[in-house]
């Protein structure tokens, strides 16, 4: 049975992947590219006057490096696409391997535990370790080696993984006696530990000259990106299962139990 739910793991995976791969290539990498331009264009632009003698005997260059500019993008999105895909099936994978083991222990009935474990993962992997090490920018400047960034990034992946188990554990006490309860008791680890780390976590990543709101549209964007990553693998997880005529696990633990 592991291996039918890695199978549909990985097949969830191959379709939020595709998804993911063509947002990096039609919206995320065209705003990277202008990310760059904007960067570029602040650091140099004290210098703009000593290159206008150079714009004429540049003309014939620039056309000419068009057609590789094109090709360069074309590999580019290829790439993203291509990267999407992989990551999607590695999500995937792990996504079902987590359920597998964990489908007793999540709340809810059906395909919700499929997304209350998209949204555990999400916490722990990507929203918890990016209140500390948010999304770099193009011309961003991060303070600290990257060993210690890396580690800091895996600690925090720990306690995101820590903050989203106390918050379905929470919930499960609580929401036998009250479910609008239960639900605040699930949101108090996480509001606890975005407040934590808005007070005490230090500046790592400087945006540098960068507008802000180009660098909060440019996180946001990938905020919700990976936000929907997640629910697509739930999605189509659920789905998978459904068709395959996959019983919940506590109605399968019933039938062993009353089984003669």
Known sequence: MLVDYLERGVLAGVIA??????????????????????AE???????????EHAHAAGEHAHEAGEHAHAVSEATTAAVSIGSGVLWGI?????????????????????????????????????LAPWLVLPPTTPGAEQAFDPTFRSALYAG???????????????????????????VVTAAVPIVALVAITVV???????????????????????????AALWALVAGCFGWLQTRAGVRPAAERRDDLLTSP
């Open 156 to 182: 925090m992946m720990a306690v995101g993984a820590v903050v989203a188990a106390g918050s379905i554990y929470g919930y499960r006490r609580v929401s036998t006696r009250s479910r609008p309860i239960g």
């Open 90 to 126: 590695l999500l995937g994978g792990a996504f079902a391997l987590a359920f597998y083991f964990f489908e007793p222990a999540l709340p809810g009935r059906g395909r919700v535990k499929t997304y209350v474990l998209a949204g555990a993962g999400f916490l722990a992997v990507s």
């Open 17 to 38: 992947g595709l998804a993911y791969g063509l947002y990096m290539a039609l919206v995320a990498n065209p705003l990277l590219g202008y990310m760059e331009t904007v």
């Open 200 to 226: 005490a976590a230090p500046t790592i990543v400087e945006i540098g000259a960068m507008p802000a709101e180009l660098v909060a549209a440019f996180r946001g964007l990938t905020v919700l990106s990976q």
């Open 41 to 51: 264009g602040s650091e140099h632009g004290d210098h703009a006057s000593a290159g």
